[in-house]
């Protein structure tokens, strides 16, 4: 499909390429130690760290799925930014003040100054596993969305070849200079890919034959009985994973996923960690909630207005009797890559794939640095310390280096080990990648909440308690019941209602178990 690409789209690509490169070279400077490397000298503006935050939390799969949303859906998607301006607020008063004080490189070292560092490692190994999956998910379908741009088809090898492409451009980009050139990367790589779906929404609206009230209306009587594409909450008390975007379950498993993701998980926290300060962080963590509502509006208002260029007829006067099937060579598609892949005009098709790219780069970006810190400072760092090896602060800078290169081959794995898993499997893809942290995050809610609010627990607890949650996500799970239930009594569990019932569990598990104190104080009196 290459050929399908004008002058000025490979003009668009040719700007990008040298936009990468001198912004690389400019801003990967030699970090002088592993704070610096990691932590990014505790010097990054406010600002710079929001937008950083922001671009982290979206992906190829906001970049694919947010139109899907819109066309399929309405503005309720929007209405979890409550639960997680509710969550950035918990994180700002609780945790951050106490990352800073203890001054962690990772967020699972609060768990070692309470259990000790098995508990931090178990946390730490409980994240990696978790990232690797969702963040090679991730990845995965932004190689496919390329691999179907560039090569017009998704045989095995062109589907490599582009995840080879995104991961080697990440890990370039990001191996010398740390979280500084990450967090400055993730500015860039977001600037361009919403400009890219501003792009998009301007060439949609221009190619609608109506006002601006007319598709208003439209969108708020869509026809056969349908409810308004304007709604923003729906107070239906649905459990099943119709609901997880309703109020209640924004108030409760939204809150807790933004908990987990703003404060437990390495990959958004360390961004909040490289500020002056506790104050300047959560600002920025705030400041990024507020921001993610304009740009989500953007994302979901492509899908509302491919539902009036595919969907409404009457009004694009095209005498379509039928809505598409959006496909692609008999593989099912979102709505945006069929539009991507058959309508989209010249310049733009490229500004699209860039910012695919620009997208799934601010995820990779994010996770290579992050799991390269928890390998090094929470598994490598107490290892040599075991082995009483005493090296300068520079080698943990060499030893992030190559962890990022460990980071950027298992991602690479693990999105193609997804491309033949997809092909023997029902289960939607974009379905698992946005809810596969689940799997973590509910054990890890309960080992923090078990800190933060109770005196209990020990390490044997906490690994059981991460264990647990686990364990019951993966219960939860429709091709898990179905191998254990009869089928009368299946059921379908939204993963927001999952992560409230793992939590809770995890929480149980934790605080069975005596603090360390009191095992102490046991032996002491036997």
Known sequence: MLEQYTGLDWLVFAIYGLVLLGSGWFFSRKSANSQDYFLGGNSMPVWVVAISVLATSQSAATFLGGPDQGYRGDFSYLSSNLGAFIAALFVSYFLIPRFYQLNVYTVYELLEKRFGAKAKQYSGLMYLFGRVFASGARLYMAAIAISMILFGDIAAMNVVIAVFIISSCGLLYTVYGGIRSVIYSDVLQCGIYVGAAMAVVYFLYAAIPADFSTILQALSDPGSGAESKLTFFHFDLDFSSKGVFNFWSV?????????????????????????????????????????????????????????????????????????????????????????????????????????????????????????????????????????????????????????????????????????????????????????????????????????????????????????????????FQPYVMALILPKAWLFDLGFTWQLCIGSAAAFLICISGASQTEQTELVQDN
């Not at 509006?297 to 492509?302: A, E, G, K, R």
């Not at 044997?460 to 364990?471: D, E, H, I, R, S």
């Open 251 to 475: 108030i409760t498993g939204f809150v807790l996923l933004n908990i987990a993701a703003f404060g437990l998980d390495q990959d958004m926290t360390q961004r909040v960690l490289t500020c002056k300060n506790a104050k300047e962080g959560s600002k920025a963590m705030l400041y990024s909630v507020i921001m993610v509502i304009p740009v989500m509006l953007i994302f979901i208002s492509i899908g509302l207005l491919l539902f009036i260029f595919y969907d409404r007829p009457d009004i694009m006067n095209n005498g379509l009797a039928n809505a598409v099937v959006p496909s692609f060579k008999g593989e099912s598609v979102t709505i945006f890559m069929y539009y991507v892949l058959n309508e989209i005009p010249a310049g733009v098709k490229a500004l699209v794939t860039v910012g695919i790219i620009a997208a799934a780069l601010s995820t990779l970006n994010s996770g290579l640095n992050s799991m390269s810190s928890v390998m090094v400072q929470d598994l490598y760092r107490p290892w040599l310390l075991r082995r009483k090896q005493k090296v300068n602060d520079l080698h943990f800078v060499k030893a992030g280096r190559i962890g990022m290169l460990v980071v950027a081959l298992a991602l690479s794995a693990m999105a193609c080990l997804c491309y033949f898993w997809q092909q023997h499997s029902d289960m939607p893809l974009l379905q698992f990648a946005l809810s596969v942290m689940v799997f973590s995050y509910s054990g890890l809610l309960g080992v923090y909440f078990t800190v933060l609010f109770t005196q209990r627990g020990n390490q044997k607890t906490v690994l059981a308690a991460l264990l647990g949650g686990f364990m019951l996500t993966l219960f």
